[in-house]
C-alpha cells in the first residue's frame, strides 16, 4: 500500500478559520463524570471564537467544567476530491454579560432540535489546527472477503 502521508496539507490558522466560518455543524468533546463524550452542535464564528446555544444537560456541564474543550469540523471539496477537517482547542465560558448577549443574539445560531436554548456558550480557543487530504478511492480498500454475504446477526 502506498504511504499518503505526503499528501496531506497542513492548514494555516487563517484557512482553518475560512473554512470553519463555511459550515456550521460540529463535534465538541468534552470531559465528563472521568470520560470524554462527544456530542453535535450548530455554531458560528465570532471575532475570533466559536459560540454555540444550548439548553442545560450534559453539552453545557462539561463544556464549563474547568477541563478544556476542543471542537471539530470537517468537509468535502468536490471540485478537488479533497477533504478537510478543523480542530479547535481551548475553553468554554458562558456568555452571561448583557452587551456580550445582545452582541450574540444576532449570530446565525439555529439549532437542529427544537426547544429552549438559552444559554450562550463562546469557545476561547488555545490552538487552531487543520489538515486537507485527498479522499481516496474506496477501491483501495476492498479485501476478498468485501463481497461475502453476511448473517443478520453481524
Not at 470520560?35 to 453545557?60: C, M, Q, W
Not at 477537517?85 to 443574539?105: H, P, Y
Not at 438559552?118 to 476492498?142: E, Q
Request: aromatic share 8%; hydrophobic share 40%; net charge negative.
Amino acid at each position: 500500500m502506498m504511504d499518503m502521508s505526503e499528501d496531506v496539507e497542513e492548514l494555516s490558522v487563517d484557512t482553518c478559520w475560512a473554512l470553519l466560518r463555511t459550515t456550521t455543524v460540529g463535534r465538541l468533546a468534552v470531559w465528563v463524570d472521568e470520560h470524554p463524550d462527544i456530542l453535535p452542535l450548530n455554531y458560528a464564528v465570532d471575532h475570533g471564537t466559536l459560540v454555540f446555544r444550548s439548553r442545560e444537560g450534559t453539552k453545557v456541564f462539561g463544556a464549563l467544567s474547568d477541563a478544556p474543550v476542543a471542537l471539530e469540523t470537517d468537509g468535502y471539496d468536490p471540485t478537488t476530491s479533497k477533504a478537510w477537517s478543523v480542530v479547535v482547542k481551548g475553553r468554554a465560558k458562558t456568555i452571561s454579560q448583557v452587551g456580550d448577549l445582545m452582541d450574540t443574539v444576532d449570530l446565525p445560531l439555529f439549532p437542529w432540535q427544537a426547544g429552549g436554548k438559552n444559554r450562550f456558550i463562546r469557545i476561547h480557543p488555545d490552538l487552531v489546527t487543520g489538515r486537507r487530504f485527498p479522499v481516496a478511492d474506496p477501491g483501495i480498500w476492498r479485501t476478498p472477503l468485501s463481497d461475502v454475504r453476511r448473517t443478520s446477526t453481524e
